[in-house]
């Protein structure tokens, strides 16, 4: 008895569980080396004087607003 490609999807319901649940795993992985990248970026800025801080960290903080909106978004929809 040969397996289907179609069989493969027939729990669909299943499937999307395990998907979202892949997706909020690896957004939360991001969000956690988000936070970890901005206080680098505090650190780094403490001990490295460059005209260009107040730009960093601004990135920094643009990135971890991304992490939060990622995981939100995984969770919600």
């Known amino acids: 008895m040969a397996l289907n490609f179609g069989d493969l999807f027939q729990y669909q319901g299943l499937f999307s569980l395990f998907f979202k649940i892949f997706i909020i795993i690896l957004s939360l992985i991001y969000l956690v080396f ?44």
């Not at 988000?34 to 990135?59: C, G, L, Y």
């Open 34 to 77: 988000m936070v970890i990248m901005v206080r680098q970026v505090a650190v780094m800025v403490k001990t490295v004087k460059f005209k260009t801080n107040s730009i960093i960290i601004f990135i920094s903080f643009i990135q971890l607003i991304i992490g939060i909106g990622l995981l939100v978004l995984a969770i919600f929809i």
